[in-house]
């Protein structure tokens, strides 16, 4: 079963954005290629054997909430993603509010997941605040910052799949410190997609560092004082490179994917003691994440970190 044409359908009728035509169409058309996360209610109901129609309320939420996170710091970044389809920054912001309101209104009257879902969605705003208001210059910063930015919304995302879908107490605040950890693990995974990326991300910038970046720029290491000169040359796709392949050669990979696979290991610990009755779709969305980054290590025949 696939909630979510559905879910898109349920915001656009609950949220009125059935009243705005263009909304509604931006939505239609992200749904062509679908976030992974939009899933992860469906699939934590499967793993846990609930009634997956039950969640279809927390999909269309978490759709809208996601979608409303992605507008914004496309808008935080610069990056231009949604002007290039015709919005203008005015609308987009615009475009954000209403959609926290339609993941609302699809949640309706239950209290308890309202609560969670606006938890969130404060959470995360102030996240978003600290991510471009505080300068990153220590470890201690950074996880600060990605654990305001990213946790809460995987948080909800494990946790109102299993609330509306009738998992009991202890079994929805074990998906919610699991989420927490999945947030860390996701942030983790984006920062060295972005910091091996060609053309050089906006997280090279001095007060923005990445894990990799930080780690790099840091830890006392024999290319450390080269990769900071290196930092501020990254027009130069040479230097940009040459700094890329420090982060290997300094170990901040490495520690990136200790750090990836140490949170993998605790959700996993937590997982163990739910009543799981299919874990195929757990592993699924736990390797998602940790494949990729092992997949580095494959591809430059580098023994990962024990």
Not at 19 to 41: Q, Y
Not at 171 to 176: K, N, T, Y
Request: glycine share 8%.
């Amino acid at each position: 079963m696939n909630l979510i044409p559905n879910a898109i359908e349920l915001l656009i009728q609950t949220g009125f954005l059935r009243d705005w035509p263009a909304a509604a169409r931006l939505l239609e058309e992200l749904s062509v290629k679908p976030s992974a996360h939009w899933r992860i209610p469906e699939t934590l109901d499967k793993a846990l054997g609930l009634d997956r129609r039950a969640v279809l309320p927390a999909t269309a939420a978490l759709i809208a909430a996601h979608t409303s996170i992605v507008i914004v710091d496309d808008l935080l970044d610069g990056d231009g993603r949604f002007e290039a389809k015709g919005w203008r920054p005015g609308d987009l912001a615009n475009l954000a509010q209403a959609l926290t309101a339609a993941g609302q209104a699809a949640i309706g009257g239950k209290d308890s997941a309202l609560a969670l879902f606006n938890q969130m969605l404060l959470q995360t705003a102030h996240g978003q605040y600290l991510d471009t208001a505080l300068s990153v210059e220590n470890e201690a910063d950074y996880w600060r910052v990605a654990r305001a930015k990213s946790s809460p919304f995987f948080e909800a995302a494990f946790g109102l799949g299993a609330l509306l879908g009738g998992a009991e107490s202890g079994g929805v605040q074990a998906l919610r410190h699991t989420g927490r950890l999945y947030g860390e693990m996701i942030q983790i995974h984006d920062d060295l997609k972005d910091a091996l990326a060609i053309p050089a991300t906006p997280d090279w910038q001095p007060g923005r560092a990445s894990l990799p970046v930080l780690f790099a720029c840091t830890v006392a290491h024999p290319w450390r004082e080269k990769f900071q000169r290196l930092r501020q040359d990254l027009a130069n796709p040479g230097a940009l490179r040459e700094a890329q392949a420090i982060l290997l050669r300094c170990g901040a990979v490495s520690y990136c994917l200790q750090q990836l696979l140490e949170r993998e290991a605790l959700a996993r610990q937590v997982l163990e003691r739910l009543n799981l009755t299919d874990r195929a779709p757990v592993d699924e969305l736990l390797g998602r994440v940790t494949r990729p980054v092992k997949a580095i290590f494959d591809h430059l025949a580098i023994a990962p970190p024990a």
